[in-house]
């Protein structure tokens, strides 16, 4: 399947939020990016949203061939839902693209509801910093055009490819564990490497484009 309806008209929404381990990069993803109203699918590698997102039930599979069917059921209605792909194997760079190429295939420019679509892990299931590849990469270039908001989370800048930096309108920066990942950050997004390491966990700096607010989750 392919996506369907493209709209240039469509703005860019894709976000990504780097921090180091417990800075509280799912966290902001909860908090800060989805509502109930969403329609939302899930690249759940650790099951860190299991339960419930925004005051929805997550349902969560463990095939994807099952995650396809419930995605794909939900995309024809006009209904927040909160879907996730659970792997219940040690997941690899194929299984994200795999997930990445479902995703893809939901597409729809004029679809009353963006697609938002959580990837955990970019870092982890990425084959190296250079140019995205596969349908992730394609997602992050054309996927504004068929209403798909990406939401990237991932530890350090340096381990990610730039095509996610320079793709995303919206920056989450949070706690870094080190002065020269503060710093690739500034040179990356023009935050202030002073004001990243100052942030505490679940403080973070959000950017909308080339301005951004300090701010802290609350739970």
Known sequence: MQP?????????????????PGSGKTSAAKKL???????????DPVGDYSGM???????SYSKLKDFAAAL?????????????????????????DQFCRVVWAVGDGKHPKPLKIICEEVAEH?????????YHGKILRVGRKFNLHTINLFQRGQEVSKTIIDNCRFACV???KTN???????????ISA?????????DYLLQDGRTYKKGKIRW
């Open 4 to 20: 369907i309806n493209p709209n240039n008209e469509l703005k860019n929404h894709h976000t990504f939020a780097v921090g180091m």
């Open 33 to 43: 990016f989805v509502k109930a109203t969403d329609q939302v699918a899930i690249f």
């Open 53 to 59: 997102l925004a005051g929805r039930k997550v349902r």
């Open 72 to 96: 794909l059921a939900g995309r024809k209605t006009r209904q927040g839902f909160k879907i996730a792909w659970q792997p219940r194997h040690e997941t690899s760079a194929d299984d994200f």
């Open 126 to 134: 990425s084959l190296g910093a250079g140019k995205a590849v596969g």
């Open 174 to 176: 949070m706690m870094q």
């Open 180 to 190: 020269a990942s503060a710093q690739y950050l500034e040179n990356m997004t023009g």
């Open 194 to 202: 002073k004001e990243i390491n100052n942030l505490e966990p679940l």
